[in-house]
């Protein structure tokens, strides 16, 4: 059985910098891609980015590009978001994802999904 473990949110002032990580077992996951997303309150989850195991394939949205980086270390199966220059609007709770095949901005077509971790950024 899959799981994802998110670590690394918290409370930042506007402009700061935080890195969420996420701890994945259970399985194999040289065929996965690996998604962030986010929901605030009120609102549908939505897409940040997604990475493929082999690192060869990334995606932002574009809220994020630039600002966001993805990127993952397959010796310790995790997966990581570094947020620099964090806005109020970054606030949500963000999760971490996996699912095989390709890489795709739908929430709904992910198989495996982590517990979330809180992200507020102050203005």
């Known amino acids: 059985q899959v799981q994802l473990v998110e670590s690394g949110g918290g409370l930042v002032q506007a402009g700061g910098s935080l890195r969420l990580s996420c701890a994945a077992s259970g399985r194999t996951f040289s065929n996965y891609y690996m998604g962030w997303f986010r929901q605030a309150p009120g609102k549908e989850r939505e897409f940040v980015a997604v990475i493929s195991w082999s690192g060869g394939s990334i995606y932002y949205a574009d809220s994020v590009k630039g600002r966001f980086t993805i990127s993952r270390d397959s010796a310790k199966n995790t997966v990581y978001l570094q947020m620099n220059s964090l806005k109020p609007e970054d606030t949500a709770v963000y999760y971490c994802?996996?699912?095989?095949?390709?890489?795709?901005?739908?929430?709904?077509?992910?198989?495996?999904w982590g517990q979330g971790t809180q992200v507020t950024v102050s203005s």
């Open positions: 994802a996996a699912r095989t095949g390709w890489g795709t901005r739908d929430p709904m077509m992910y198989n495996y």
